[in-house]
Structures are given as C-alpha cells and as structure tokens.
C-alpha cells in the first residue's frame, strides 16, 4: 500500500499481519508498505512437518523481498520479526537499506522460563493439538495478557481466529515448539557488524521480554537508537500506534540519522 521508498513489516509470535494495521496506514501517506503472514501463521499456509522456524523465516523474508523485486527495502521487525529480519540481513545476505526492532527477539535469554504458557505448549502438544476451541480461547486469552499490552476485543478476536480448529490449533503448537534460541544466538557475534542506521522501539510495560533487552541491544549495534515508550507493552504498536509511527517516519525518512541516543517517546 502507499507509494514512496520500500518499507517490509514483519509481524511476530502469535499474532499476524493485521497487527500493522494501523501502523501500516499511516507509513502509506509516505512510503510503500509491504506487509504479510509470516509461513504457519494468519492466511499463509498451514501444514505438517512445515519449518516455521526463525532460521526458516528469515529465508523466506529473503526470497519474498526478491519475488517483490525490492532493492534493500527498509525493515521493520516484531518480536521473532526482528529476529528474522536481522538474521535475513547477517546471515541470509539480504540488503536492507535501515532496520527498525520492536519489541524484538535478538538476544538471549529470551525463550520462555519454566511455567510460562510457551513452555507448558512446548511440554503438553498433544493437549494443545486436540483442545477444543473454547478452553484454548481462555488459554490465549490468559496467554497475551501476560504481554503487558491492552489488547481490544477485535483485536484479540484476529489473533485468536488464526488457531482455531484441529489443524490450526497444530500449527500453533508447531510454531512454539520450533521457538529456538540458538537461530538467534548466532546473531550476537555479528550485531556489531551491522551497517546500516538501526531504531530500536520498545514498551516499557513489556513483562514478555524484559525492556533490559533494549539497552543491550543498542549497545550491541554500532550507532542503534532506542526509544521507549511509557505505558506500552510487549505489543508497543497496539498500545501506541500513534507515537510508534511518528518514530518510524522520522527514522524511515532519514531524521536523525547516525546519532546515537537514548531518549523516551512522549
């Protein structure tokens, strides 16, 4: 959507594409949006024994860009999106002309701790395979709540559909178990080798990856800024759509580029 320099969003873990919804708009006035399901989830396809990993993804975001026919587009990442996208950069040798992480899964640790719902899905699949759609609807009720985002009913509503039924509720088992540390642990050696302008944006209120990650990952990347955003959690574009695409645009259109600080959106 929208015309202008080339700009890929890649949505993470568990949600999709509608996730950029009002983001996504609003970069339209000014840039060409490219937006999509990511393998396994939303619309895209769906079946057994399917790679859905991040090492996976990050091919896939290199192939996808190429069938677009895209020339180091500009990227923004969430969640196992950043993950994806930095490794379609350091080790798939995508072209990225800027890169924006939200929220992101890059360092470790960020696998989920003994008790939490990824890994009691990881530790029961058969139950979550063939759990019936009203009880798996409490459980991923209860699931994003432990993000620290406010989620809207509608919203709720488009990340839960993806799952329902037997075959998707497999699918969204699949993802979590194929959740590894190691396809983003090979990334860390290489941050600092990143070229290009780097914006980090998370939610202060994001209770799924510590905001502790942030400061680390800006200190990782040469020259990467970072905004935080009060009252925002894990999903920071639904709680700030606003404040999250102000600091896009200005990132995406070159402002303030190669100064590095660490600064709160208001």
Not at 87 to 114: C, K, M, N, T
Not at 160 to 184: D, I, M, N, P
Not at 236 to 244: K, L, N, Q, S, Y
């Amino acid at each position: 959507m929208g015309e202008g320099p080339s700009v890929v969003l890649v949505h993470g873990t568990p949600t999709r594409s509608y996730l950029w919804r009002e983001v996504a708009q609003r970069l339209a006035d000014r840039f060409a949006v490219y937006v999509y399901d990511l393998l396994g989830y939303g619309d895209s396809e769906k079946g057994e024994s399917q790679d859905v990993s991040i090492a996976a993804q990050a091919r896939l975001l290199g192939e996808l860009i190429e069938a677009w026919g895209l020339d180091a587009p500009a990227v923004v990442g969430h969640d196992i999106g950043g993950g994806i996208a930095l490794r379609a950069h350091l080790l798939e040798g995508v072209r990225f002309d800027r890169i924006a992480l939200l929220d992101a899964v890059v360092l470790a640790p960020w696998q989920s701790r003994p008790k939490s719902s990824t890994w009691h899905v990881v530790e029961h699949t058969g139950a979550y395979e063939n759990m019936p759609d009203h009880l798996f609807e409490a459980f991923f009720s209860a699931y994003l709540k432990e993000a620290g985002s406010r989620l809207g009913e509608e919203a709720f509503g488009a990340y839960l559909e993806q799952w329902r039924g037997e075959e998707s509720r497999r699918a969204f088992v699949r993802q979590a178990t194929q959740l590894e540390e190691r396809h983003t642990r090979e990334l860390a050696l290489l941050l600092s080798s990143i070229g290009v302008p780097v914006l980090v944006i998370w939610g202060e209120e994001d209770t799924w990856l510590d905001p502790a990650q942030a400061d680390r990952l800006c200190e990782a990347i040469p020259g990467a800024r970072l905004k935080k955003v009060p009252g925002a959690g894990h999903f920071v574009m639904e709680d700030a759509p606003v404040e999250v695409t102000r600091e896009l645009v200005a990132f995406l259109s070159g402002n303030g580029e190669g100064a590095k600080g660490r600064d709160r959106t208001r």
